[in-house]
Antibody, heavy 122, light 109 residues
Framework: QVQLQESGPGLVKPSQTLSLTCTVS??????????WSWIRQPAGKGLEWIGR???????NYNPSLKSRVTISVDTSKNQFSLKLSSVTAADTAVYYC??????????????WGQGTLVTVSS | EIVMTQSPATLSVSPGERATLSCRAS??????LAWYQQKPGQAPRLLIY???TRATGIPARFSGSGSGTEFTLTISSLQSEDFAVYYC???????????FGPGTKVDIK
């Protein structure tokens, strides 16, 4: 059973960089044709996809965040990470990491971490 | 950019009744549509992918249909554990981006 766990600071100051790591257990991050994503959810609001990475290192980002986002992967540690720069209060949210898979041309997220709340405040 | 809308925003249903949730895309997404269930304080849970395929372990009372721009999630007989928020999600091939709908909250009537 694949499990994902987010970790990182719960409080980040405005203008600084938010850094989170997702540790994957129960399987190798490199096995299968999966991709690894970050998704966030402000309190009481909907879900926003941030970006994804394949273990080859190939990435795709949400155009609305692309200038501030970097997602990287460390296959030796079975982890992938998120960096979001120049944060503001609008970046306060629960951040989820998730495994992406696909059935033919139909992609979806089948495993999710429990989520971690990141608050941007001075 | 493809915009996803869901209706209604809130659906009040009695246990045992049928619930029908709608998701609409601003342009065709073929069958690149998934549905998720989210309960308070929990991560979303995959229910349906490819518009109509149930994910592993999902009860048969959940069914999805539609293609193109109009999609439906049906819960045939609501159980107490089904009261939650439901999100649809589409994938656009280019630029590659995932977009979620705003959600439908299913609550107890």
């Amino acid at each position: 059973q694949v499990q994902l766990q987010e970790s990182g600071p719960g409080l980040v100051k405005p203008s600084q960089t938010l850094s989170l790591t997702c540790t994957v257990s129960g399987g190798s991050i490199s096995s299968g044709s999966y991709y690894w994503s970050w998704i966030r959810q402000p309190a009481g609001k909907g879900l926003e996809w941030i970006g994804r990475i394949y273990t080859s290192g190939s990435t795709n980002y949400n155009p609305s965040l692309k200038s501030r986002v970097t997602i990287s992967v460390d296959t030796s540690k079975n982890q992938f990470s998120l960096k979001l720069s120049s944060v503001t209060a609008a970046d306060t949210a629960v951040y989820y990491c998730a495994r992406g898979s696909r059935d033919g041309y139909n992609p979806y997220f089948d495993y999710w971490g429990q989520g971690t709340l990141v608050t941007v405040s001075s | 950019e493809i915009v996803m809308t869901q209706s209604p925003a809130t659906l009040s249903v009695s246990p045992g009744e049928r619930a029908t949730l709608s998701c609409r895309a601003s342009q065709s997404v073929s069958s690149n549509l998934a549905w998720y269930q989210q309960k308070p304080g929990q991560a979303p849970r995959l229910l349906i992918y490819g518009a109509s395929t149930r994910a592993t372990g999902i009860p048969a009372r959940f069914s999805g249909s539609g293609s193109g721009t109009e999609f439906t999630l049906t819960i045939s007989s609501l159980q107490s554990e089904d009261f939650a928020v439901y999100y649809c999600q589409q994938y656009n091939n280019w630029p590659p981006i995932f977009t979620f709908g705003p959600g439908t909250k299913v609550d107890i009537k």
